[in-house]
Every structure is written in C-alpha cells, then in structure tokens.
C-alpha cells in the first residue's frame, strides 16, 4: 500500500479517551487508512515524519473565534493552525458575515470584537458574492482554507437583515410576522447547508459600532420571547446547537438561557453558553457553573459552558477595552472612541471623573472586572517611571491620588500609548483544573480574530495539555492527557455532529505531532504580529514553535516548528464541515 505520508514512532492519541500507543500511521487522500503497530513500508511516500518520544494527536476544535472577516482576507488562519488547531468554528456571539449588509456587519462586528470596523466594511463589499447560506459555504470552499470551518449563523445578522439595523435595536419595535417568519426561514436554510446551530447574545455591554446606532446593544438583544422561542423551536428539532452569551447583569439571563435546553416531553435543546469562568470579581461563582450543568443535564438537557482553560490576561491600550462598557461611565468614554478629542476632554472632566470614582467603587453585584487599579501593570508608557507599576501605585507615589486620576490623568496625557495589563479570571490553577475534566463544561472560548490587541490565546489547547502533563509527572493527576486530549478534539465534534476529532483508520487525516519537551514556560509569553490585511495592525499572538513539530490538515503539511509550508493559505486543505 502506498501512503501520501506516514508518521511513525509517535505515542497515538486516537481523540476517544482510548489508551494511547506507539503506532505508525500511513495517510492517503485525505484520511487515515492505517494505524499500526508494525513499520509501514515507506516505498514511494513523499513524506515521512519520525514521531518518536512525540505525541501524535488529532487536530485540536476551537469552537469560538471570530475569523469571519479574516478567513475571506487571509483564508490560511495561520496564527490558530501553527498551535494545532485544525478546525475552528465561525459565527460566534449572534455575530456572523452571511446576510447582513457590509455597513452594517461592520457596526457589529467593530466595537464588539474589536475588528477595525473600516475592514469589515471593504472587505465584504469587494468581496460579497452570496445572498444565501448556501452561496456562503460555497465562496468559503472557494478559498485557500488552511484549516477546517464550521460555523454557527448569527441571529443579530439574520435580524439586521430582515428589520433593518435601526429597527432590529428599538426597544419598541418588534419583527412583523413576515419579518419573523423570514428569520425562520434563514435559520431553516442555514441548517440544510450543514450550519452546527444559530448563536445568540444578550450581554448588554455588547455595543454597536458606526454612526446610525452607535452605543445600542446587539440586534438579538431586542429579540422577543416568541421570536426566540419558534427559532429556538427549529434547532431542538434540527437536533442543531443555540451558542449563547447571557447578560452577567441579569442572573435570570444565565437561568432562563439553561433552562431552555430542558426537553419537557421533546427533545432536548444543545445549548452552550458563555462562559464558565473564575471571576476574580466574584470568586464564588466559580461553583455556580459545573453546579448549574449538573442539575440541567440530570433532569434531561442537553448543556454545556464554554471555557477559556487558561488564565484569562487582557491588555489594553488606554481605555480601550471592552470590560468598560459593562458600567456607565466605561461605557461613555468608549461611545467616543471615534473622536479623540472629545474623549479626552471627557476624562479630563472633574464631573465625568466623579462618576467613573463612584462606579469602580461598586464592588459588589454581577460583573466581569474586577475594578481594582492596584491589579493594573503598566508595560508600557513614554514615561518610563510608571512601567511596571500598578495604577494604584502611581497614585500612590503621586501623594495619594485615586487610582480612577492616576489612570485618567495618564491616559488623558498620553492615550492609547498607555498599555497595561490584568487578569480577569481563572487565575486559580485549581479551579482551572476541576473545570478543565468537567462533563459540563466544553474547552474553548479563545475568541481567536477578535480583540487583536487585548488578547491572545491562539495557543490554549497546547497550555491545557501542558498542565495535565506537569500534573501527572508531579503525582497529582487531574485527569489523563488522553481524556484531555479527547476534551479538545472528539468530544467536541461529536457534540456538534462533525466529521473531526478523530484519529482512526477512516477518519479525516487532521493530525498535530507535539513534541512534550517544549510544553513549557514559552507558551506563556505573548510577542506581536503585523496584520498585513489590517494595514499592518501591531496583533498579539502566541509564539511557542518549537512545541509543534507538524501539522496536518486533509493528509496535507501544513506547519511545522515556526514554518508555514507553501500550501498554507495558497491551496485548500481545509474544507467546510457540515453539521450531521
């Protein structure tokens, strides 16, 4: 038999949870046609890995990232595939790129996700070519996919499409029921082009971009119950998955979203909400989420959370990130984001400051940020006296001044050539551990093409693994590397009904050959990548080549130890899996 490529040697991870073994895998045409325990013979095979002392693993999901602008400008994804991320999934947070209108996809995507809102807007207008679901999976097969892609269809884009932006965000404003019955139809025909479900949002620190709506929440956030209720109708039936993300303010939010994929004498709803996380603001929570998932899934649903498995660090420059938006005086400095001037004449303001001091004093009750300036470091700044201080700090050595006027006067001075840095959540390993071997809980959430200078997590699965294997070398295991493994790759496809995440004989050949040395300290660390389709955008990413040593994706190389192969990005290896 003669084999496209053979990896050999390596210890194999099949993607079940199975005992892994030192097998030798021959691929050709796309899958994996043998797994052995004998050498295969090499004759004619024009690529030939060695994999020993290496794992060989299938290609890891990421089933949230918000690639839907850069997979059409830059369809190799190379920062997720370079950490062995062979499928990733696309219309996150009600928020996808198939109906609505390029302007304004743009004021979705912009200020929500921190996608430079001027590139949605080119790029869909030069490059839309679909009107339908169908036309969108067939321009995406078009492209030079790196890895695969599947997708969620975004309720906020199929109700802009239909009301209108302006309508879709009036509290008094509801769809007719031509209006309604054309969303069904959408959803209806998104699905039948193998869509894995609808996403849908009620965060209401999710703002608009733009001029018309600027500062109003989401489209799906003014969705009605019935509205909700017969699209929510469609996917239980459909046996398809609702992503979405509760409001943090409204607790009822999170229950009511849960609560949902309750079957009740029909068939259960797959809903997956974000996200699990351990807040610093609120450490309690923390046992509110594996809880809520236990008493859901035992009385007949079908629930998961989403999960970030790594400590959740955020940078910023200036004010500019989106936790400010969950609180008022946040949120009106970001609503001028677009106006320099008047934003920094607002931060100089003594009134404006008055009602920034008195919401970050507000430390109780539902939010994301921990709101503590001591728990702040600068990295960078013109004047070098303040790196590597706190805000708390600098007021401090400025004569006592509140850590909200050292953080202003120095954004107010210098703007976005502030940056500094914190962590969020799941900065407590052992929380992060009892969540990571969670039934209840799905590994994900790396927001990957989103926040492109805030955050990077391009590379969480590899940190995952890394953890479990420093805890079992240490004797205090939390779970094996083959039930992580099958965390990040079979068990999530087989919870979305796709073709991936497997590795036997007859699956697709998406595999990942990792060398367990090199799972160390440098996937830590965060370093900066020109985005060329951006104008150059400076983007955080994650650097730690010399961790994966190959990457396959449809028996095609890819990557491997820091270097794209030629293929990547320029001929398709990738393709668009279809739910079910």
Not at 406 to 418: C, H, I, M, N, S
Not at 549 to 573: S, W, Y
Request: glycine share 10%; hydrophobic share 40%; proline share 5%.
């Amino acid at each position: 038999m003669n084999f496209d490529a053979i990896v050999k040697n390596g210890r194999w991870f099949d993607g079940t949870g199975a005992r892994s073994e030192i097998r030798h895998l021959g691929l050709r045409d796309g899958r994996v046609v043998v797994v052995s325990a004998d050498p295969l013979d090499e004759s004619g095979c024009d690529r030939v890995i060695d994999a020993s002392g290496k794992w060989v693993i299938p290609g890891i999901l990421d089933i949230h990232t918000h690639y839907d602008v850069e997979a059409i400008l830059a369809p190799g994804l190379t920062e997720s595939v370079r950490h062995g991320v062979t499928t990733i999934f696309l219309g996150s947070c009600s928020l996808s790129a198939v109906h609505a209108e390029p302007a304004d996809a743009g004021d979705l995507f912009g200020r929500v996700e921190a996608i430079p809102r001027k590139f949605v807007v080119d790029t869909l207008t030069t490059s839309k070519t679909w009107t339908s679901a169908h036309e969108y999976v067939e321009a995406l097969e078009a492209l030079p996919l790196g890895p695969n892609v599947a997708s969620f269809i975004g309720h906020s884009d199929i109700r802009a499409a239909r009301m209108g932006l302006d309508r879709a965000t009036r509290e008094d404003v509801d769809p007719t029921p031509a209006e309604l019955a054309s969303m069904e139809a959408m959803l209806e025909e998104a699905l039948d082009a193998g869509f894995i479900g609808m996403s849908s949002q009620e965060l209401l620190f999710d703002k608009l971009d733009g001029e018309m709506c600027r500062s109003r929440t989401l489209p799906s956030m003014y969705s009605t119950r019935q509205e909700r209720r017969r699209l929510g109708a469609i996917l239980r039936r459909r046996g398809r998955a609702l992503q979405a993300g509760p409001d943090v303010a409204r607790p009822q939010s999170m229950v009511g979203l849960a609560l949902s994929s309750l079957g009740l004498f029909r068939r259960p709803l797959k809903v997956s909400l974000l996200s699990a996380a351990d807040v610093k603001a609120i450490p309690a929570v923390a046992h509110v989420f594996p809880a809520m998932a236990k008493v859901i899934n035992g009385l007949g649903g079908d629930f998961r959370w989403q999960h970030l498995p790594v400590p959740f660090e955020v940078y910023s420059d200036g004010i500019d990130l989106p936790v400010f938006e969950e609180f008022g005086s946040g949120a009106a400095a970001l609503h001028l984001s677009n106006q320099i001037d008047e934003r920094r004449a607002l931060l100089a303001d003594e009134d404006y400051r008055r009602w920034f001091r008195k919401d970050y004093d507000k430390k109780y009750g539902p939010r994301v940020w921990h709101r503590d300036f001591f728990d702040a470091e600068i990295v960078e700044c013109p004047d070098e006296s303040v790196i590597g201080k706190t805000f708390g700090q600098v007021g401090v050595d400025r004569g006592g001044v509140h850590p909200v006027d050292a953080f202003l006067d120095l954004v107010v001075e210098y703007g976005t050539k502030v940056r500094w840095r914190t962590t969020i959540s799941n900065h407590r390993p052992e929380v992060l551990d009892k969540f990571a071997s969670d039934p209840g809980i799905q590994l994900g959430f790396s927001d990957a093409g989103a926040h492109l200078r805030n955050m990077a997590f391009y590379n969480f699965g590899l940190r995952l693994l890394r953890r479990v294997h420093d805890a079992e070398r240490s004797g205090r295991p939390f779970m094996s590397l083959e039930h992580a493994v099958h965390r990040l790759t079979g068990e999530l496809a087989d919870w979305y009904g796709l073709d991936a995440g497997h590795l036997r004989e007859g699956d697709r050949a998406d595999l990942v050959v990792l060398d367990p040395t090199h799972l160390d300290a440098t996937l830590d660390a965060y370093a900066e990548s020109p985005v060329a389709e951006y104008d150059n955008l400076s983007r955080m990413v994650n650097r730690n080549d010399d961790a994966v040593t190959a990457v396959f994706v449809g028996g095609q190389f890819v990557f491997g130890e820091g270097v794209a192969d030629p293929t990547l990005g320029t001929r398709r290896t990738g393709r668009f899996l279809r739910a079910g």
